[in-house]
């Protein structure tokens, strides 16, 4: 059902306003279970995983993009001016979807059915969380695991960075940070860290079964997950970066990296039925 729009203030396009506000948008998509995708690639990995469509906001020209997948859905169709009046930015990729959310597994069941699974401790930054789910699915990682303070990764700029991978990639969140590693019980845990003194991770012999743990942008892993490592892994820096002060990479180049080591075909094993 195709709805044209001419009100910002109507009440139907709620889900879809004040987008630029990261606290209005965590509280409402917390309080109702949505999320919204934003873009024809990234809305139609959405459909294709199952989540259930609230509503579509698009502009005329865009109604024909997307045709194939809008009938039978609500689609408000807006101008211009008044998609940029909604949302409070220029949407480039012309359409938005709200959907509803999946429930999420357990970490313990997750890990029971995979093999090799990245594991984010305290990351906030959503376009950080984005971009590595988008490595973790490039690279062949069976599942992610937040901490519970991590970013949500079906905030909207994280969707949108990963390019829809957090689709791709089943993940889950620990309802404790304290004890939450123990979820992960038969699990190699890799702690990922700048520490000359820690094995370099294309050296590691990895099992069946191995988590890599990754810290926050600023302050890395914490004492306790660094305690609770099997193994404290590095990438190497060159000689010639270290002379210089540089002895670490981003998060996001560093798990690109990690993840790559991690799935190596040499001693990659296949995720447990």
């Keep these: 059902m195709v709805i044209e729009l001419h009100d910002p203030a109507d009440p139907r396009l709620t ?12 509280s409402l998509e917390a309080e109702h279970g949505l999320f919204l995708a934003e873009g024809e690639k990234v809305i139609r990995r959405a459909l294709q995983t199952g989540h259930p469509a609230r509503a579509f906001l698009t502009t005329p020209k865009w109604l024909t993009h997307l045709a194939d997948v809008l009938e039978n859905q609500v689609v408000y169709v807006v101008g211009d001016a008044l998609m940029e009046q909604v949302t409070g930015f220029p949407v ?40 590595i789910f988008r490595s ?18 079906l905030y909207r700029r ?11 990639v089943p993940w889950a969140r620990m309802d404790d940070w304290h004890g939450g590693l123990a979820a992960l019980d038969g699990y190699d845990l890799l702690a990922l860290t700048p ?15 191995t988590a890599l743990l990754l810290g926050s942008e600023g302050d890395g892993l914490s004492s ?47 995720a447990p039925s």
């Design 15 to 26: 889900d879809f306003t004040h987008l630029r506000d990261v606290e209005l948008r965590k």
């Design 92 to 131: 480039h990729r012309g359409a938005l979807a709200s959907f509803e959310r999946l429930p999420l597994p357990k970490v313990a069941d997750l890990a029971r059915r995979s093999a090799r699974i990245v594991v984010l401790e305290d990351l906030v930054d959503h376009s950080n969380v984005g971009a």
């Design 136 to 153: 973790a699915a490039a690279l062949g990682v069976d599942a992610v695991v937040l901490s519970p303070r991590c970013a949500d990764p």
């Design 158 to 168: 994280a969707i949108k960075v990963s390019m829809g991978a957090v689709f791709a």
């Design 195 to 209: 520490d000359a003194s820690a094995v370099p991770i294309d050296e590691v012999r990895l099992g069946e079964r």
């Design 224 to 270: 306790r997950w660094l305690s609770q490592a099997t193994e404290r892994v590095r990438i190497p820096m060159s000689p010639a970066a270290l002379k210089n002060g540089v002895d670490s990479l981003n998060v996001v180049a560093a798990a690109a990296i990690a993840c790559h080591s991690l799935v190596r075909p040499s001693s990659a094993g296949s």
